[in-house]
């Protein structure tokens, strides 16, 4: 049983630069949620999805980020001219609908330079 | 807005000593509480889950438990041991869809 993956695990960029993420969640997981956590902070949530479509997105999620999946499997998360206050640990988790318990990734550590 | 917090921000204790952490909320109509583990620059494990009609759960060593009139939910560690270091992290779920987590309590159990 393969849990949460994400990709890549690390990423680098410049500011102003577009980056994505992708996030493939325990294959039977019909919801999928991506949170952002800054350094000794609490993860914050950012958006969540049931199948393919997005039920709830958080004020957090500017109008430079969007997420997509398209097929009700991945996700993918791009934030466009990326900032220096974009740097954070991008998490992705999911769950099956009737089972509260979410099930986290290994995280995307971005780093805006 | 559900408000999270955890206290203590920080805690130290020598191997061997049972433990609490505190985790407190704001608005008390929760569908369930969970409690995390996170290592250094990793993700997040779940420990436990509470259901809003749940008064405690239990694995291995760890108990957690949930006054939702109150507002809080306690951690408690027996017998800590140096691998339970990490920070500890509680999260309230209101709406059945999203969680909303408190600071943390970054735990050291000194050999």
């Known amino acids: 049983d393969t849990g949460v993956s994400q990709d890549p695990r690390h990423k680098i960029t410049k500011r102003g630069q577009n980056v994505t993420f992708r996030c493939d969640p325990i294959?039977?997981?019909?919801?999928l949620y991506w949170y952002r956590q800054t350094l000794g902070q609490g993860p914050e949530f950012l958006t969540y999805?049931?199948?393919?479509?997005?039920?709830?997105k958080s004020r957090l999620l500017s109008d430079r980020f969007s997420a997509e999946r398209p097929k009700g499997s991945f996700s993918t998360l791009e934030i466009q001219r990326t900032e220096q206050g974009d740097s954070a640990m991008y998490l992705c988790?999911?769950?099956?609908?009737?089972?509260?318990?979410?099930?986290f990734g290994p995280g995307t550590r971005l780093t805006v330079t | 807005k559900q408000e999270v917090t955890q206290i203590p921000a920080a805690l130290s204790v020598p191997e061997g000593e049972n433990l609490v952490l505190n985790c407190s909320f704001t608005?008390?109509?929760?569908?369930?509480l969970q409690w995390f583990r996170q290592d250094p620059g990793k993700g997040l494990t779940s420990l436990l889950l509470?259901?809003?009609?749940?008064r405690e759960q239990t694995s291995g060593r760890l108990n957690a438990s949930l006054d939702k009139s109150s507002g809080r939910s306690t951690l408690y560690i027996a017998a800590s041991q140096p691998g339970d270091s990490a920070t500890y992290l509680c999260?309230?779920?209101?709406?059945?869809?999203?969680?909303?987590f408190g600071g943390g309590t970054r735990l050291m159990v000194k050999p």
């Open positions: 608005d008390s109509a929760i569908y369930n």
């Open positions: 509470i259901q809003s009609s749940q």
């Open positions: 988790a999911s769950s099956l609908s009737g089972n509260p318990e979410q099930y």
């Open positions: 999805f049931q199948n393919e479509a997005q039920l709830e």
């Open positions: 294959s039977e997981h019909n919801r």
């Open positions: 999260a309230v779920d209101n709406a059945g869809n999203m969680l909303t």
